[in-house]
C-alpha cells in the first residue's frame, strides 16, 4: 500500500483515487447488468443516473474534506519551514480537532522549546562575555601599571597579588562553565564510588576552616557515625558541598555558623549544610539555582562569585539522580541535596 501511496504522490491525488476506487466498479457493474439485459433499459438508466449522481457528491464531499486536510497540513509545511530558515515568531494554526491539530500543537511546543534554548544560550554568552571581561580590564591595568614602572616595591607586589586573585577567579569561572556544559551535553565519564560521607565531609570542611576563621564564622560537621556511605563520585560530590559551604560563610556575618549534617532518608542520603546568615529574599528563591543568578544588592554581587556555585551543584547532583532544594531560606539558608546510597 505505501509503494502505491509513494507512487500516486501528492494527498489530493491519495484521495481522488480512493474515491475512484468506489465509483468505478458500481458503474462498471451497471454496464454489465445492462448489457447482459437483467434489467431493462429504464430501469439501468435510472440506476446509472443514481450511481453518477451519487458518485459526484461522493466526489465533491472528499474535495471539500480534503481541502481542508491539505490546508492544515500545509499550515504546518509553511510554518516548519519558516522556523528551518531561521523565522521563531511562528504559531501554527489549523482549522479542525484531529490528528493533524495534535502534530501541529507537537510543532509549536517544539518551537517554543527551540526559542527558550535559543534565549538561554544568549543570555549565557552574555553573561560570560560580561565576567570575562571585567577581570580583564583590571588584569590590563594592573599590567601596564606593572610594566610601565608606574609602580614600584610594595604596591608593585601588592598588583601582581591582584593579578593572581583575577586569573584565580578566571580560571576557576572558565573550569565551572566546562563542567556545567559537559553535564549539560550529558558527558558524565567519571566513576562512581562508595563515599564515606564523614570522612569527605570532615576534609571539605577543615579545607574551607581557614576562610571562615577569618570572617569569624564557625563551621562543624554533625555526621551520625553510622551512617552508610553514598554511591557518588568524590571529587564532584566534593565540590557541591565546597559550594555549599562557601556560600553559606560568604552570606553568613561574623560570630555565625555554619553546620553540615547529613541522614539516611529512603534509600537515599540526605545532606544539610545549615547558615546563620541573611537566608534569600522570597523573590530570589527560585532562581538561585539558575547559571549566572546573583541574588541580593549590587555590592554584594560584585565581591561574590559569578553566579556558577548553585547551578553547577545542581547538575552535579542530578547527574547522580539525587536532587538539590532550598529547605529554609527565611532563618539563616539551608541547602539540601540527595544522592543515592551504596549498594
Ligand atoms: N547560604 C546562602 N545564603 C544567602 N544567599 C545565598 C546562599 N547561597 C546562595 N545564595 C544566593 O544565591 C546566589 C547564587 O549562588 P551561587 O550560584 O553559588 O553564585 P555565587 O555564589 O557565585 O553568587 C548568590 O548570589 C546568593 O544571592
Ligand atoms: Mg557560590
Redo the contacts with the bound molecule.
Keep these: 500500500m505505501n509503494a502505491v501511496r509513494a507512487r500516486i504522490g501528492s494527498l489530493a491525488r491519495q484521495f481522488a483515487l480512493a474515491v475512484a476506487i468506489v465509483v468505478a466498479p458500481v458503474l462498471v457493474a451497471l454496464v454489465v447488468i445492462a448489457v447482459l439485459m437483467v434489467v431493462s433499459n429504464h430501469q439501468a438508466v435510472l440506476v446509472a443516473v443514481i450511481v453518477v449522481v451519487a458518485g459526484a457528491v461522493a466526489i465533491a464531499v472528499a474535495r471539500l474534506l480534503a481541502r481542508g486536510i491539505l490546508r492544515d497540513v500545509h499550515a504546518i509545511r509553511d510554518g516548519l519551514g519558516a522556523v528551518s530558515r531561521g523565522q521563531r515568531e511562528v504559531v501554527i494554526e489549523t482549522s479542525a480537532r484531529d490528528e493533524l491539530s495534535e502534530l501541529a500543537g507537537a510543532a509549536n511546543a517544539m518551537i517554543e522549546r527551540l526559542c527558550d534554548e535559543e534565549k538561554a544560550r544568549r543570555d549565557l554568552v552574555a553573561a560570560v562575555s560580561h565576567d570575562l571581561r571585567t577581570p580583564i580590564t583590571s588584569l590590563r591595568l594592573l599590567a601596564e601599571a606593572v610594566g610601565d614602572d608606574i609602580v614600584t616595591g610594595e604596591t608593585r607586589r601588592a598588583y601582581i597579588e591582584r593579578m593572581t586573585t583575577h586569573i584565580d577567579a578566571l580560571s576557576a569561572l572558565i573550569d565551572d562553565l566546562f563542567e556545567l556544559s559537559r553535564l549539560e551535553a550529558g558527558d558524565i565519564g567519571w566513576s562512581l564510588e562508595r563515599v564515606p560521607l564523614a570522612e569527605l565531609v570532615g576534609e571539605t570542611v577543615e579545607a574551607m576552616r581557614v576562610q571562615a576563621e577569618v570572617k569569624g564564622v564557625a563551621v562543624l560537621a554533625e555526621l551520625p557515625e553510622s551512617l552508610a556511605p553514598a554511591r557518588a563520585n568524590p571529587e564532584k560530590l566534593q565540590r557541591v558541598l565546597f ?1 555549599l559551604i ?3 560563610i ?3 556575618p561574623a560570630d555565625g555558623s555554619v553546620v553540615v549534617r547529613a541522614q539516611p532518608a529512603d534509600g537515599r542520603i540526605v545532606v544539610e549544610v545549615q ?1 546563620t ?4 529574599a522570597p523573590e ?1 528563591r527560585d532562581h ?2 539558575i547559571a549566572f ?4 544588592t549590587d555590592a ?2 560584585t565581591s ?8 553547577v551543584s545542581r547538575a552535579i547532583v542530578e547527574a547522580h539522580g539525587g536532587e538539590i532544594w532550598l529547605a529554609d ?1 527565611a532563618h539563616g ?1 539551608r ?1 539540601r541535596f540527595s544522592v543515592p546510597v551504596a549498594a
Design positions: 559550594n562557601q556560600n553559606a560568604r552570606h553568613t547558615d546568615g541573611v537566608g534569600i530570589e538561585v539555582f543568578y546573583r541574588g541580593g554584594a554581587r561574590a562569585g559569578a553566579g556558577l556555585g548553585l547551578a531560606a539558608t541547602v
